[in-house]
C-alpha cells in the first residue's frame, strides 16, 4: 500500500505555512545522480518528526539538505523555519537562525578536544546550553574534557556529537542516527534527555533505523522510500500498519 | 592487441601514429609564413617531447597510481643522463650501452632514496625526496665536479679514452653518438613546396622508446599491481588490514618511475651528450609535476600532452622576438600595428614565463584534471551537439 | 639544407643569426642588452642607421649591405643561464631557423656547452660575456670565439693597480663562488697577487645559492687579513659586497691599514646592483663607454658605438653590449674577408686577426685558442657619481702585453682547439 | 584451550585505565561476543588484537602463536581480518576492485609485481569476488565508486571483503551498526551461514541485542576496561549486574 | 670563541628571516592546508614594497644644468626629487632615507589586501581540490607575479638602503667583554632580529588568545561542520591569508636593506622555507620558528671554514642533511601535529 502524502496541506505555501518547519519539494542532486526527489513535509512546533526508511532511501541527504550543506545540490524547493527562508541560505547561516544538525559520522573534529569542540559551538551566536549543564547531562563528556574528540569511543563521539548540538540555541534538532552505536541504557539516557528538550519546546526530527523506539518517541512519522515520501502521518499509524511496517521498515 | 583493452589499444594505436607523424604534424605552417615561428617539428625540440613525456609518464606511475608526490624525481633524470655521458666518454658511442646503464644507475638510486624516503607519507615524503635532490644537485654542482663537471656539465672532449672506438673521428672532431652506425644527429630533410619536414635518427629511437614507455605503463595502470598501487593511494590502512604490507609496491612504483626518469635522462644524452647539474635542481623536479598535474595526474596520456605544452611554451615563446612581432602585424597600419605589438610584447620572447604562468592558471582553475579533462569536455560537447543534431529531425516531425 | 658543405649554407638572398641570451633569470638585465647590441650591429650591417662602429674599424670588408651581400636576419632565443636550456635554444636556431652563428650568452658554464655543441653541429660560436679561463682554456674549440677578456686577464691586470693602490704588504682573504668560474678567478687572482708579494689567508668556497653572505664575512673580521677579495658575479657579488660592507668592513683598520675590498670583475650592472657599497671597490672591465673621453683615441670606436647606441636606446651601452656588438662584426667581416660563411674558412679569417677601431684599441685574434688580446680597463666605483651612468670610474689601464699569456700556460692547459667543424 | 588467548592485557592512554588485565579466550569455531557500555574498552581491545595498538602487558595467543610485536599486516596474514567500527574501505575505488584488492593477497604476504601472471588467475579471482558480493547482495553495485554509497553499503562491503579472505579469526565491531533492519537480518543470516560453513571463529562487538542473541555462542561483558561476566546468552541476558550496567530496561 | 658568537648572531639573523617566512606559510600551509607556492613571491613583493616606496619618495624633476654634458654630448640634468624640493634639503633627504621603514605602513594594506584578492579570487576555490591542484595554480601565480616585477622594475637587483642611522654596526664584543672591534654586528642586522620577535609574538598572541586560530584550525579539518557551528569560516580563512600575507611582506621589507631586491628572491626562498615548515612540524607555529632558528643557526655553522675542511660541501647541503635526519628520527618534524597533511 502506498500512502500518499497529502500535498493540499502545502497550498500557497511560503506566506501561510503553518507549521513551524516546512519543507517543500525539495530536489536534490550528487553531482549527476538524483536523490530526493521531491519530498514535502511539515514539522509543528515542538513535534518530534521520525524520518524512517532503507538505507540508501535518502533520509540523511534530506537532512543536509535541510541543513543547507553544499552538498548535495538543492536544485528546487523552499525550506521555511520560523517565517525565515532556509533555503536562500548557506550552512552557517541556517544555523544561526536556529538549526542544529548531528551528524550521522558524528563529525568531532580532529584536533581538538573535547571542550574545545563545545566551545567552538559557543563561538556564533546563539548560544544554547552552557558547557557546565551540558557536563552535567553527560557526564561522561566531563571527565573526557581535555581528551582529543576523536580519540572518545564511539558512543562518547555521539554523546558529544549531540551535546555540541545543544550548546547552541536552536529551535530545530536534526538528528541524524543519534543510537547508532550506543550502549542500549545509554540509548535510553538520550531517549530520555530528548523528552526533557521536547519538554522545553524542542522541534526534532530523528532519522532513525531502530525503527520501534523512534516511534515510541515520535508525534509523526514520515517514511522516505527511493527519495520519495511514502507515508506521512502519525507515527502510531504506522505501527499499527502491519503492511507499511514490514514493506518499508522490516519490523 | 598486445593483451590490452581495445579502449588502451586505440589509445596507444593514437599516440603511435601521433609521434610517427610528428614530422609533419608539428610542421603545420610553410616556413616562409609568419606562423612558421609557431612550428615544432624540428629535431631538438620533437626529442624532448619525447623524451620528457617519457618522463612524465614515469613520474606518472608513481604520483598518478600512489599519490606519492615525488619533488626530487629530476635527480634520477640527471643520474641518468650522467652515466650515459661517462659511458660514451669511457666505452662506446652507441647509445645502447649508455642507455642501458642509465636506466640502472638511476634505478639503482631510485632504490638507494626511496627505500629511505618511503619511510614516510604525505608532504613528508616530498620534502625528504626534494632534500636528497637538491643535496644530489649542490653537490654536482660544486663538490663532485670531478665527475660532473660542475657547472659547466660534462661534455665529450677530444681525449676521451673510450675503450670500444675511438677518442677522435676521422674529421678531426668529437665522435658522434649513434646506434649500429645510424648517428643519432643524422636527419633526412623533405622539402614539400614551402614546407621542411625533418626526419631525425634520433627522434624515431626516442618515439620508438616512448611508445614501448607508454605501453608498459599501460599494462602497469590496468594490471594487479597498478591496482595495489590505487589502493596504497586510497586507503593504506585497510591494505594493512588485509594483509597487505604497502611498502614494497610503493618502492617498486618508486624505481620504475626512477628508471623511467633515468631512460629519459639517457636518451638526453644520448641526442646531445652533454649532462648539465641544473637538470637535477629543484625546479626541474617541479617541472615535472607540473607537467604532471597539467596534463591530468594519473591519466595515461595525459603526462605527455603536459610536457608538450611545457616545453613547446619554453622553446617556441621564447623566441618571438619584437623583430618577429613586427612580421606578423605587418599587414596593419603603423599605428596599429605598433600598438599591437606593444599588446603582445610583454607575453612573448622574455615573456614567455608569464605566459607560460597564466596558462598554468588557466589550465587548474577552468579544467579541473587537466589537458586531458578538458579534451574530453570538448569531446562531450561535440557528442552533444551531435546527439541534439540526431534528435532535433524527430523533434520536427511529431509523433502523431 | 642544401648539401653545401657546410651547415646551414644560406640559400636566399638572407642570412640568419642566432642570439642566445639570458632573458629570463638573474642575467636578465645583462641578456636584454646584449640583444640591443645585436639589432644595432644587424642594423648597420644591414646599412640602417648611422653605420656605428663600422666607420671606424680598421678592415674595410663591410660596406653596409649585408654579409657577402645577403641581408642579415636573427633569431633570439633564451639561455635562462643554464646549460642545457641555452644548449636547447641553441639548437633550435640551428636546426629550425637556420642560423649560421651563435653568439651571447652570460655565463662561462653556458658559454662552454653551447660553445661544444657549435662544434658538434658545425656553425661558429661567438662567445659573449664568459670570463672563465676554462673558454679558451680547456674547453677551447675550433668553431668558438671569445672577444671578451678572462680571469687570468683580470688579475694580470689588476695585480700592478693593487700594488699601487694597496702596497706590497697584505693579507687577503678570498670568498669564492663554488663553480668552475669562481675557481678560475680565484686561483687567477691568487698567483697574481702572491706575485706582487701578497699573502693569502685564506679561501672560501660560498655555495652558488647563497643570498645572505654573513656567515662568511663574519670570520674574515678577525682573520688578520686586510683585503677581501670577492670572486663573484652578479647577485651573488651584489650581495657578498653589501653583506661586507654592512658588517663595516671597509671601516676597519688592520694592520695599521685601511680594508679593502676587490671584486675582480665588474660591470656596470652590478655596479648599479651593489649601489653606494660598490664606491671606491677595485676591480676590471673588458670595456667602457668612457673610454675614449679619457684615455684618447687608441679607444676610437667607442664614441661612435656610444652615439648609436645611446641615440636608439637613451643610455650608455654596457661592456656585455660592447662585446656582442664587436663580435657580430666581427663574424660578418670574417665571413666577407673570406667570401664564404663556410666556418672553417671564417675561423681562418679570424685566426691571427688584428683589428682596431672597436673600441678596445689594437686587438689580436690569437690562432692558438682563439682568445682576444687587448688592453684590459682597471676601474672602480665612483665616489660621487653625477648620474647613474657615471657609477664606474676608469683607473687606469692595463697594456696588452702585460696580460698575455702562453698559450701553454697551466691554467690554460689540458683542451685542444681540435679541427674545425663545417658540418653537414 | 581456544583458538585466541588473551592474557592480562593492560593498556592505558595517559591517566585512562582503557583495559585492566583482560582475559579471554575464545573457543575454535565459535562466535564469541563481546558487550558492554560505551567506552568500555572494545574497540580497544580490538585494536590490541590487530596490531593497531600495543597493549602495555599481556599476552595475545592466535592460534599458539605471539600477535603481539607484528606488523598489522602480518597478523593479517596469520589469519585475522576485521571489520571496523567507522568502515574502512577504497574509497577510490569500486566495488569491485575493493574485492579484487583481498583476493589478490597473498596469504604467505609475497610481494608480487601481479603484472606479468595477471592474466593467468585474475578469472578465477574475479569469479571468486563475485561470488562473494552476491552473497552479501552487492553484485548490483559492483561498478559503483565505493565513496558513494551509502554507509549500510560501505558496511557490507567492508564484510565481504574481510570474508573473501577466508580469515580464521573474523573481528566484528558494530557490524550491522546504522544498518536498516532488512539488511540487519540479513547479515545475521549470512553470518550464520558462514559459521555454519566451519572454520571460522568470530569475534562480534554489537550494541545490537538482537544481533549479539541470535549469532553469540558465548558472550564476555565489558566494563570499564575489565571482563565483568563471560556466560551463555541465556544467563547473560538475566544477569542483573548486566542489566543494570549495560542492556537497560528496555532489553 | 667570538667566531661562534659571531655565527650564533649570524644564525639568528638567518633565522629571524626564515622563521618570519615559515611562520607566514604556516599559517597557510599548516593551517589552511593550501601549499601555497606563491609564498615567497609575497615576500618578494614585500622586498618591492620598499624600493616602490623609495621611488616614489625619490620622484624627481629635471633641471637642465648646461655647464656639463651628458654621454651623448647633449647638456646634462640633474634630479631634484620633489621632497626635498618641499620640505628642504635635510628633512626631504630624511624622509627619503627613512623609506624602508616608512614602506611597512605601506606595506601593510597593500599586503593584506593582496592576501584578500588571492583568497577570495583564487585560492578559495582550491581548498577541497588536490594538493597537486593548488601547487599548480600557485605556481603559476607566483611566475606572474614574478614577470610583473621584472617588467616593471627589471632583473637586476636594486639597492634600498636601511635609514643612515642604522647603517653602521655595532660593537657588540665589548658589551660581552671582548676587545673592541672583535664582534661587530650591523645595527641593521640587530633591527630585523628585534623586528622578527616582535611579529612572531604578535601573531602567537593573535592566535593564543583569541578563539580565531582554533576556529581555522578546526575549519580545515571539517569545514562542513564548523558552518553547522554557525561560523562563518570562509571569511576567518581570508582573514587568516591576508595575515600570512602581511607576515611574509613584513619580511619582505626589512629584508631589503640586507639584500638587494630583485624580482626571483622569493623563489631562493621558497624552497627552504618550505623544508623550514616542515622540519618544524605541519600546523605548528612554534615549530616553524624553532626550526626557522634552528637550520639559520645550523647553516651559518656550517659556512665555517674549519667546518668545511672537515666535511668538504657541508654547507651546501646542510639544511638538506638536517631534514632528512629530523624526518627520519621524528615522523612529523619538530614539533608536528598529527594527521595535519599525512595523506
Ligand atoms: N557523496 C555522495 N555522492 C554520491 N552519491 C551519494 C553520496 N552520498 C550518498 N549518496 C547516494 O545517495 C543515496 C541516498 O543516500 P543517503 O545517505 O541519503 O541515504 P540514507 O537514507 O541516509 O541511508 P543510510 O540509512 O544508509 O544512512 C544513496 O544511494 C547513496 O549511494
Ligand atoms: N587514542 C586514545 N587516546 C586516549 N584515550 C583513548 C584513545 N582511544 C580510546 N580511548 C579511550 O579509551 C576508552 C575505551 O575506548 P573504546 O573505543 O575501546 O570503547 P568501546 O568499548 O569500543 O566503546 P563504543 O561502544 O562506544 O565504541 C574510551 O574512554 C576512550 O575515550
Ligand atoms: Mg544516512
Ligand atoms: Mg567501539
Known sequence: MNVKPDFSKHANHAETAPAFLSVWDIHAYYGESYIVQGVSFNVHEGEILALLGRNGAGKTT???????????????????????????????????????????????????????????????????????RLYELFPRLGERRKQEGVTLSGGEQQMLAIARALARDIKVLLLDEPYEGLAPVIVDEIEKTLRIVKEQGMTTIIVEQNAVRALQLADRAVILDTGSIVFDGTASEVLENEQLRAEYLAI | MFGLEKKDATLLLIVAVLTMCAPFILNPFPSDSGLAQFNAGYPDLMQRFVIFGIFAIGFN??????????????????????????????????????????????????????????????????????????????????????????????????????????????????????????????????????????????????????????????????????????????NQQRMNYTGLNARPYTLAAFVISGMYAGLAGGLLASMDPLAGAERMQWTASGEVVLMTI???????????????????????????????????????????????????????????????????????????????EGGQKIGKLFRRKKAAEDTSPAAKTPAE | ?????????????????????????????????????????????????????????????????????????????????????????????????????????????????????????????????????????????????????????????????????????????????????????????????????????????????????????????????????????????VNSLTNAVQFGLRDKQVNGKNFEIVVPLYSELMAKGAGANIKGIVGSQNWDWKLENQMGAKYTGTNAFVQSFGNKYGFPPSQAAQTCYAQTLLYADAAARAGTFNPCAIGEALAGFEFDGLGNGPTLYRADDHQCFKDVLVVKGAENPEDEFHLVEIVEVTPTEQVTYDPNHPMFAGGALGACNPGA | MGILEVKDVNKRFGGLQALGNVNLSVADNTVHAIIGPNGAGKSTLLNCLVGKLIPDTGSVMFAGQSVLGRKPFEINQMGISRVFQTPEIFGDLTVMENMMIPCLAKRDGSFRMHAIESVLDEKALREKAESMLEEVKMLDKRNMHAASMSRGDKRRLEMAMCLVQEPRLLLLDEPTAGMARADTNNTIDLLKEIKARGNITMCIIEHDMHVVFSLADRITVLAQGTPLVEDTPENIKGHPKVREAYLGESA | MDAIILQILNGLDKGSAYALIALGLTLIFGTLGVVNFAHGALFMIGSFCAVTVQRILSVSFKTVDPSKTDFLGNPSTYDTPYVVHWFGPEFGAGIIDWSVPLAILFAIPIMIAIGFIMERGLIKHFYKRPHADQILVTFGLAIVLQEVIKYYYGANPIQTGAPEVFRGSFDFGVL???DPNVIIYPYWRLVYFAFAAVIISAVFAFLQFTTFGMVVRAGMADRETVGLLGINIDKRFTIMFGLAAAVAGLAGVMYAPINAPNYHMGMDFLVLSF????????????????AGFLLGILESFASMTQVIDLIPGINQIIIYVVAIIVLLTRPRGLMGRKGVMEE
Open chain 1, 62 to 132: 534530506t537532512l543536509r539538505s535541510i541543513a543547507r550543506l553544499a552538498n548535495p545540490q538543492v536544485n528546487k524547493g523552499e525550506i521555511w523555519l520560523d517565517h525565515q527562508p532556509l533555503h536562500r541560505m548557506s550552512s552557517y547561516q541556517a544555523s544561526m537562525a536556529g538549526l542544529g544538525l548531528v551528524p550521522e559520522d558524528r563529525r568531532i573534529i580532529p584536533g581538538l578536544t573535547v571542550e574545545e569542540n563545545l566551545q567552538l559551538a559557543q563561538i556564533a551566536p546563539p548560544i544554547g546550553w552552557s558547557l557546565e
Open chain 2, 294 to 372: 597539467l596534463g591530468g595526474a594519473g591519466t595515461l596520456i595525459g603526462p605527455v600532452l603536459g610536457a608538450g605544452f611545457i616545453k613547446y611554451f619554453e622553446n617556441i615563446f621564447s623566441k618571438i622576438n619584437d623583430n618577429v612581432l613586427h612580421q606578423w602585424f605587418a599587414f596593419m597600419p603603423d599605428g596599429l600595428e605598433d600598438f599591437m605589438v606593444t599588446i603582445v610584447h610583454p607575453f612573448v620572447g622574455k615573456g614567455w614565463s608569464l605566459t607560460l604562468g597564466l596558462m598554468f592558471m588557466a589550465v587548474v582553475i577552468f579544467l579541473p584534471g587537466g589537458l586531458v
Open chain 3, 1 to 237: 639544407a642544401a648539401h653545401s658543405g657546410y651547415t646551414n649554407a644560406p640559400t636566399g638572398d638572407t642570412v640568419t643569426l642566432g642570439f642566445n641570451v639570458p632573458q629570463s633569470g638573474p642575467y636578465a638585465d645583462e641578456g636584454a642588452d646584449e640583444l640591443r647590441a645585436f639589432e644595432l650591429a644587424v642594423e648597420h650591417l644591414n646599412g640602417e642607421g648611422d653605420g656605428g662602429m663600422l666607420s671606424t674599424f680598421s678592415s674595410k670588408a663591410l660596406d653596409g649591405t649585408g654579409i657577402l651581400g645577403k641581408k642579415v636576419t636573427f633569431v633570439t632565443g633564451d639561455t635562462q643561464t643554464k646549460s642545457d636550456a641555452a644548449r636547447a635554444s641553441a639548437k633550435s636556431m640551428i636546426e629550425k631557423d637556420g642560423a649560421i652563428m651563435i653568439s651571447g650568452g652570460s655565463s662561462s658554464g653556458v658559454a662552454v656547452a653551447v660553445q661544444g655543441l657549435c662544434q658538434e653541429a658545425g656553425v661558429v660560436f661567438m662567445a659573449g660575456l664568459t670570463h672563465s679561463n676554462d673558454t679558451t682554456g680547456k674547453d677551447k674549440k675550433a668553431n668558438g670565439f671569445r672577444h671578451f677578456f678572462n680571469a687570468y686577464m683580470s688579475a694580470a691586470a689588476l695585480a700592478p693597480v693593487l700594488k699601487n693602490l694597496y702596497g706590497a704588504d697584505r693579507a687577503a682573504y678570498h670568498l669564492t663562488a663554488d663553480y668552475t668560474w669562481g675557481w678560475t678567478q680565484q686561483e687567477s687572482i691568487q698567483a697574481a697577487t702572491e706575485a706582487l708579494g701578497w699573502r693569502t689567508v685564506n679561501n672560501v668556497l660560498t655555495p652558488l645559492a647563497a643570498t645572505d653572505f654573513s656567515s662568511y664575512i663574519t670570520p674574515v673580521l678577525n682573520s688578520g687579513a686586510d683585503v677581501l677579495v670577492l670572486n663573484h658575479y652578479g647577485g651573488n657579488m
Open chain 2, 61 to 234: 606511475i608513481l604520483f598518478g597510481l600512489t599519490g606519492y608526490l615525488s619533488f626530487g624525481h629530476a635527480a634520477f633524470l640527471g643520474v641518468g643522463s650522467y652515466s650515459a655521458v661517462w659511458m660514451f666518454k669511457l666505452l662506446s658511442m652507441n647509445v645502447i650501452p649508455a642507455i642501458l646503464l642509465s636506466v640502472i644507475v638511476a634505478g639503482a638510486f631510485a632504490l638507494i632514496i626511496g627505500f629511505v624516503s618511503l619511510r614516510r607519507s604525505g608532504i613528508y615524503f616530498s620534502i625528504l625526496t626534494l632534500a636528497f635532490a637538491q643535496m644530489s644537485f649542490a653537490l654536482a654542482y660544486s663538490v663532485l665536479t670531478p665527475i660532473t663537471n660542475g657547472e659547466t656539465g660534462l661534455q665529450l672532449s677530444l681525449n676521451d679514452p673510450r675503450i670500444l672506438g675511438t677518442s677522435i673521428s676521422a674529421d678531426g672532431g668529437i665522435p658522434v653518438t649513434q646506434l649500429f652506425g645510424i648517428e643519432m644527429r643524422s636527419t633526412y630533410a623533405m622539402d614539400v613546396g614551402p614546407w621542411l619536414f625533418q626526419f631525425n635518427a634520433g627522434y624515431y629511437l626516442c618515439a620508438i622508446l616512448l611508445l614501448l614507455a607508454f605501453y608498459l605503463s599501460i599494462r602497469i595502470f590496468r594490471s594487479p599491481f597498478g591496482l595495489m598501487l590505487r589502493a596504497v593511494k586510497s
Open chain 5, 176 to 178: 660581552l667583554g671582548f
Open chain 5, 275 to 290: 623544508v623550514v615548515v616542515v622540519v618544524g612540524g605541519m600546523g605548528s607555529l612554534p615549530g616553524a620558528v624553532l
